[in-house]
């Protein structure tokens, strides 16, 4: 089981840089940005269009390569790492959660969420049944074979989430996760949130909706590509 690791933060970057573009096209998305993020934490990044929230949020979860500074996955330095390693980390540590939930279309509720699984090798009788207790987690044992054009916007979500923790990452991700859903819909997905952080995941969630504020243990601004105080 990857789940959380060695005590202290589960992600950490510190002096991260982050340009993108090249010669007078360069623009500096991030400027010296350090944020350390719990076990047991729900914290909301929060910032205007542009500030460097999803690109901060990339480069936490080893998709994005900082230019400068430092990023650990549970105390394991991202430094140098290639491309397969990166991958290896990220499959094992961090869990995503999209905006547009990034479903198959032509593949049902349990094969989405076993697909994440299927990819790190998993024998298939256990894929299916951890693939089962995901979607029970967050109340979806009884859609496990409808595709997602059976499915409403929230159901569909909460499929994305279990795909997200089906392999047991020690970091929840979430980019706008509630962005697409109306607010009775939005406040179930937080919930949900809220309950894997409580079982001692770190979850950082990318918003711009204040209707979120009470969930949050902690709210990081963000402007400008710098955290504020």
Known sequence: ??????????????????????????????????????????????GPSGSGKT????????????????????????????????????????????????????LTAAEN??????????????????????LAEVGLSHKERSFPRNLSGGEQQRVAIARAIVGDPAAILADEPTAALDGENGQAVMAILSKLKAQGRGVLVVTHDTRLLPFADRVIHIEDGRIGL
Request: aromatic share 4%; net charge positive; with cysteine.
């Open 55 to 106: 690109t901060l949020l990339s480069i936490l979860g080893c998709m994005l390569k900082p230019s400068a500074g430092t990023v650990t996955v549970g105390g394991r330095p991202t430094e140098g790492l290639g491309p397969e390693a990166l991958a290896r980390l990220r499959r094992n540590h961090i869990g995503f959660v999209f905006q547009s939930y990034h479903l198959f279309p032509t």
């Open 1 to 46: 089981m990857s789940g959380p690791l060695a005590s202290g933060p589960v992600l950490e970057a510190a002096g991260v840089v982050k340009t993108l573009g090249s010669g007078a096209a360069a623009v500096q998305a991030l400027r010296g940005v350090g944020l350390a993020l719990g076990r047991g934490e729900l914290a909301l990044l929060m």
């Open 113 to 134: 969420v076993r697909l994440a699984l299927d990819v790190r090798g998993h024998p298939a009788r256990s894929a299916k049944a951890k693939a089962r207790a995901a």
